[in-house]
């Protein structure tokens, strides 16, 4: 299936995230179904989206004047059927429950036609062995973040029978939606972003379990600390700049080792201070780095300092 063809979108579930789901859609120009249970979620959903589109256009998100076509564009359905049978392309947003999901997709492989591209936003089921459907190569996992309309990663996964086209076309439709879309190489659990919050889950309740910090505390560290350098050295560039023969050892502490860091070490690549670590620096001096990184840092400081974003909203 081109792209090109693609023209109506049917979202399958008005909730948290399939009503901003269907917005990014409408606000790209597709014509949009939202399907769900009951009219009253679906009424709900449209007045959410007509709030999101409003605050959009004050920020100069949205252009003010094209709000009424955007949401002309969207139509609510309580129709499984009807929708399905005029769809090009399927966002399945429905609960993380696997039976729902199963009985969806069971809807959706009689209905849809056997091209139809399913994409489907669970967060940690691995819906390719939860969902028996004709033609498996064209369902996808499309993971959206909350707010939907607003974040703008999009992380994609296929299962073993998804073809090269459908992942591509996920890539093509993403992009065009103005988003970031980012292709696992594998299916794992939970993705790349919510293992990391996994990650910090676990550690964030055992700080709480053993009474170390108060909630207000802990926020205070994060926000006055990584936070600041996430948006500019992520959390893997980060450790070109600590140092990968830092890291190295400290791996080796823990009885570890990371072959990607061993190379880079081995081979005298230590990040920052060698100008290649994990990421290329193309020869620039460690004072030019660290200068263009402090200036980012800064910047983002005044902005937080002056939205008094320390404070618990
Ligand atoms: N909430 C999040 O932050 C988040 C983030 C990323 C992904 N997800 C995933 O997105 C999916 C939806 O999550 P959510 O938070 O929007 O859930 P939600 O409970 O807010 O919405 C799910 C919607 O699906 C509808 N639904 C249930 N069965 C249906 C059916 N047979 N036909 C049509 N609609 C049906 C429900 O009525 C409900 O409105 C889940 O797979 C979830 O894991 C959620």
Redesign the pocket.
Known sequence: MNINEIKQVMV???????HSIAQVYAQSGFDVDI???KQE?LNKALNKIRLNLNLLADYQRVPSDEIDSILSRIHLSTN?KVAAKRADYVVE????NRE?KR??YSQLDEYCSSKIIFAS???ELNIFKLVDINNPERLVIQ????PAHIIPLVEIVAGRKTTPEVVDLSYNMLKKLGKTPIILKKFTNAFIVNKIQQAMNSAIFGLLLKGIATPEEIDLAVKTSFSLRLPVVGVVQNLDFVGLDVISDVLKNMGLELSIIKERVDQGHYGVKTSKGLFDYSGRSEEEILRKKDEKYLKILKFLEELDIFEPV
């Open positions: 399958v579930g008005a909730g948290t995230m399939g399907v769900d249970l979620l499984l947003v429905v609960s993380e729902i009985e969806v936003n669970t967060s993971h959206w973040f909350r």
